[in-house]
């Protein structure tokens, strides 16, 4: 699976948008961008996946370029439960066997 | 179903003492993971079953892990003559072929 890159830590106002970006510049045709959270002392929690479109659900948006070599993942309106670790991954869906989560992006978000 | 459950949540154990961590992943799941986690940094793999098949090791799974899934059902990791450095957060995982990765609040481990 293709490797990505992720600022260590970001801020964000409660009831702003919080954008987290990532790099995945090696990523292959074949391999999904994957979004995780992980707060604190619980296993990580699955956010959102896409392929090439901009996908949306409950949870955020995830914005990827045309290009693929990059990502955004949104979160329209800030909470403080969103205080978590984000994680970014890329694999081919149902293929590989493990996640390689990185050490991903400590988001807090601020009262 | 209520997701996946790992038992116990906290483990306190002495240098040198065994360790059995118990996965109840999804019912209708077939693989299991087990990923092992350090503070400050992300979860990282051991091992991974599809139905009672232990298909793939990582190199971390030292001599002294041991994992099982009986009846592709539940699974157990056992750390023998633990160490210090096997303090952590171990982390157990299930899926539909691949799909709907999904994780338990994981077993905190320290070895005093």
């Known amino acids: 699976d293709a490797k990505t890159t992720q600022p260590t830590s970001m801020d964000c106002a409660e009831g702003r948008a919080a954008n987290l970006p990532c790099n995945h510049s090696?990523?292959?045709?074949?391999?999904?961008v994957y979004w995780y959270r992980q707060i604190h002392s619980q296993g990580p929690q699955y956010i959102i996946h896409g392929l090439k479109n901009n996908e949306t659900n409950e949870m955020a948006s995830l914005i990827i370029t045309e290009d693929r070599k990059s990502s955004t993942l949104i979160l329209p309106h800030a909470t403080l439960r969103d205080t978590a670790v984000y994680y970014c991954?890329?694999?081919?869906?149902?293929?590989?066997?493990?996640?390689?989560f990185g050490t991903g992006t400590r988001l807090t978000v601020i009262p | 179903d209520t997701g996946v459950s790992q038992d116990p949540r906290h483990k306190i154990t002495k240098r040198g003492q065994n360790v059995t961590f118990r996965c109840d992943p999804i019912s209708e799941h077939n693989r299991l993971y087990w990923y092992r986690q350090t503070l400050g940094q992300g979860p990282e793999f051991l091992t991974y079953f599809q139905n009672e098949a232990q298909l793939e090791k990582s190199r971390l799974l030292s001599d002294r892990f041991s994992a099982e899934r009986p009846k592709g059902s539940f699974s157990t990791l056992e750390i023998q003559r633990t160490e210090q450095g096997d303090s952590a957060m171990y982390l157990c995982a299930s899926s539909l072929e691949g799909n709907g990765y999904t994780f338990g609040s994981g077993t905190r481990l320290t070895v005093v």
């Open positions: 090696t990523i292959s045709g074949n391999e999904y």
């Open positions: 991954i890329v694999r081919v869906v149902a293929g590989a066997n493990n996640l390689f």
